[in-house]
């Protein structure tokens, strides 16, 4: 009798210590764009720069914890990143479009709002702008993410004590008045680049770290879409790991914390149908959850990690054409981003319109490799030339292809063709309603497991908070 009132004394016990392990520390990291597909074709590309076939497993697909939610939105059955981010902040499927609210207009409190009265520490941040999208839906509730000034003026509301991005797509309200000076009358130290982050941080209360614009003066800011792609970068140029690591220096942890940190351009490289820039922000990602990771070797007993994703894009194949074989190889031979070498071409006819097509065509081995190591087939060869003939002004010399780009853009229409080189193809420049997965780690991480709806992902991290 007496030993068994002690095995029940003990399991009592047990019992309650598990109870009692509740998540104080949350990362909760979105890949904008990031399906299963960019994953696999990250760690294929890693196996065969490495000269194997196989894969090299990133930090988060050696999480224990595997899971796939599906995405589609109240009312389409492929979603935006809106609803999608609002999924994933509030619980609740609503409408393309709507941050933070249901389909029937009525705002919804996120996850940061929740904690952030319950005391916790909250941090927001993106390699996109702070308005976009997906950190909109943590702070702010609007029925279009097109509301920019809507959407940027709720920000220093918030009260939350991190934020960091690109900076404001709109940075002025149509009043003439700026967003940046609400945010600094909200109490509010703006940090551009990390040295001014680490100057100001010790006397600051809350802060907004956003990119580095050389050249600017104090006080005046332009529109920032975004931290440039990784492989465009040049020093001084933010990264998800240095904002990952600032967030965990700055944000409160008394009580806990809460951050969301997205890695925001997977997408948009996808949507620039780019592979080799897509995967360098996937790679970007996995710098910053190997910070958070750090973090949770240190705090094993209280700390979550969650990544996930809002949607796929791209409808990325990793195979095409009836080939058995990828060459993920080839994409070390790309140099600049699609998106950055279209643009740079269009500054550079700007400033010489005598641009000939031999010193373009030289122009696109050197950052792609195509016209020398790789061949474009005939069909590929015209839809290059079109673009070319569209920006200057030849218009009467383009060949209609089935490959050419409704806008004539080179940048597209150049990695489209570099990427099917590599034997991988993609089917939109959209999102496609492809299952994103999820990875988990850490105290009550085991409820990912398996399949789950987007809805599902809040309610089950406030629960390993004890909620
Ligand atoms: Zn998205």
Not at 180 to 203: E, P, S, W
Not at 351 to 362: C, I, Q, R
Not at 407 to 425: E, S
Request: hydrophobic share 40%; proline share 3%; glycine share 8%.
């Amino acid at each position: 009798m007496k030993k068994n009132l002690l095995i029940l004394c003990l399991l009592l016990s047990f019992a309650v210590s598990v109870n009692a392990q509740k998540a104080k520390y949350v990362f909760y990291f979105i890949g904008d764009g990031m399906g299963a597909g960019q994953v696999l074709a990250t760690e294929m590309m890693l196996a065969e720069q490495d000269g194997r076939i196989g894969y090299e497993p990133l930090c988060m697909t050696n999480f224990p914890i595997i899971g796939m939610a599906r995405t589609y939105s109240n009312k389409n059955s492929v979603t935006d990143s809106a609803a999608g981010g609002t999924a994933l902040s509030t619980g609740y499927k609503t409408t393309n479009g709507f941050i933070g609210m249901t389909s029937d207009s009525v705002a919804v409190e996120t996850i940061a709002e929740k904690l952030k009265k319950l005391g916790f520490g909250i941090a927001v941040c993106t390699t996109v702008s702070i308005d976009h999208a997906t950190p909109a839906c943590f702070y702010a509730h609007a029925t279009s993410r097109k509301m920019y000034n809507v959407i940027g003026n709720m920000l220093p509301q918030s009260g939350f004590d991190f934020f960091a991005g690109a900076g404001f797509r709109k940075p002025l309200n149509q009043d003439g008045t700026s967003i940046y000076d609400k945010v600094m009358d909200a109490g509010y130290t703006i940090a551009r680049g990390l040295d001014q982050f680490y100057k100001y941080k010790a006397n600051s209360d809350k802060m907004l770290l956003i990119q580095r614009t050389d050249g600017l003066e104090e006080n005046k800011y332009e529109s920032e879409s975004s931290i440039p792609y990784r492989i465009d970068r040049k020093d001084g140029d933010l990264t998800l790991e240095q904002i990952t690591r600032a967030a965990i220096d700055f944000t409160p942890k008394e009580n806990g914390f809460f951050m969301m940190l997205e890695a925001g351009k997977v997408d948009w490289g996808c949507h620039a149908n780019d592979l080799a820039a897509a995967i360098g922000e996937v790679q970007d990602l996995d710098d910053a959850v190997k910070v958070a990771y750090d973090f949770y070797l240190q705090h094993k007993d209280s700390t979550l990690i969650v990544i996930t994703a809002d949607h796929e894009t791209g409808g990325l194949s990793l195979g095409c054409d009836g080939k058995y074989f990828l060459r993920l190889k080839q994409l070390e031979r790309q140099k600049q981003s699609g998106w950055n070498f279209w643009e740079d071409l269009k500054k550079t006819y700007k400033a010489n319109p005598k641009l000939s097509w031999g010193k373009v065509k030289k122009m696109i081995s050197e950052k792609f490799g195509l016209y020398s190591e790789i061949k474009p087939s005939k069909e590929e060869d015209k839809a290059i030339k079109n673009c070319f003939y569209a920006l200057t002004g030849n218009k009467k010399k383009i060949q209609h292809t089935l490959l050419d780009h409704p806008k004539y853009d080179m940048g597209i229409v150049l990695t489209q063709v570099f990427d099917r080189h590599a034997q991988c193809a993609w089917t939109t420049t959209g999102h496609s309603a492809a299952n994103v997965p999820v990875y988990a780690i850490g105290v009550g991480a085991e409820q990912f497991a398996g399949w789950q709806d987007n809805i599902e992902i809040e309610p089950k991290i406030l629960k390993a908070m004890g909620y």
